[in-house]
């Protein structure tokens, strides 16, 4: 469905710089990759931060205030800092929460070039049901009967699966549905070219750089054929 093999970075570029900080992002887009994925939180003072565990020395990170932010030991990044990279990249924003949608959109509505993702598939559910100006996708790990299918039945147009479960059955079904079909965490070259091969649309993965090079090595040799 895509007119090359996309590549995004996990995180950033979080083998060069710590994940989900600026730093991280641009690298990635320093080494020419389509776009990164980053994870959104809100923290309990209305606070959206982009922060991908569910903890932090044992407290919720939704029970967390800003005034936490300074203690992490590395510049973390805010959901306002995407702006930045608004017009330069294009960013898959996964939401790790449900149930603050409100608030959500308020911060990243008016950004272009964005795909919002989730595990929590009740908030895609919601976000189509409000007909947002952005692309939705699902995150799945494992595998979900006729994928295609439930996923446009939720409003998605881009599906991000665990690779390992990613087979050529799969991207048929969410092709014939007009899904885009891009796994993560994909770090190693010989899962690149299976992915390619049987048609996935791109991938997500820690080594932005690296699956740039060798994407531009393979088309190289294509076109010199």
Same mark, same amino acid.
Not at 13 to 22: G, L, Q
Not at 92 to 113: F, G, Q, T, Y
Not at 154 to 166: D, E, T
């Given at each position: ?24 992002f641009e690298e990635t887009v320093r080494a020419g990759a389509d776009g ?46 995407? &702006?930045? =990279?608004?017009? +330069? *990249?294009?960013?898959? $924003?996964?939401?790790? /929460? ?5 608030? !959500? ?11 919002? &993702?989730? =595990?929590?598939? +009740? *908030?895609?559910?919601? $976000?189509?049901?409000? /007909? ?5 996708? !699902? ?8 994928t295609g299918e439930y996923a446009r039945k939720l409003g998605a147009s ?43 649309d791109g991938v997500i993965t820690d080594l932005a750089g690296e699956a ?14």
């Amino acid at each position: 469905m895509t007119e090359r093999f996309l590549v995004y970075g996990h995180r950033g570029s979080p083998r060069r710089f710590p994940e989900n900080t600026v730093a991280s992002f641009e690298e990635t887009v320093r080494a020419g990759a389509d776009g990164f994925e980053t994870d959104l939180r809100l923290l309990a003072d209305g606070t959206p931060i982009l922060f991908h565990d569910d903890e932090w020395q044992e407290a919720e990170i939704e029970s967390l205030t800003s005034d936490w932010i300074p203690t992490v030991g590395y510049e973390l990044a805010r959901v306002s800092d995407l &702006a930045a =990279f608004a017009q +330069r *990249t294009s960013m898959i $924003l996964e939401v790790k /929460r449900s149930r603050w949608e409100d608030a !959500l959109l308020s911060a990243i509505a008016s950004l272009p070039n964005i795909v919002v &993702a989730s =595990f929590d598939h +009740r *908030t895609i559910a919601e $976000l189509a049901m409000r /007909r947002v100006p952005f692309d939705l996708g !699902l995150t799945i790990f494992g595998s979900i009967a006729d994928t295609g299918e439930y996923a446009r039945k939720l409003g998605a147009s881009w599906v991000f699966p665990s690779f390992r479960y990613v087979d050529e059955d799969l991207i048929q079904d969410l092709h014939a549905h007009d899904i885009r079909c891009v796994p993560w965490t994909v770090n190693r070259e010989r899962d690149w070219e299976r992915l390619r091969e049987i048609g996935c649309d791109g991938v997500i993965t820690d080594l932005a750089g690296e699956a740039v090079a060798w994407r531009n090595s393979k088309f190289k040799i294509q076109n010199a054929k």
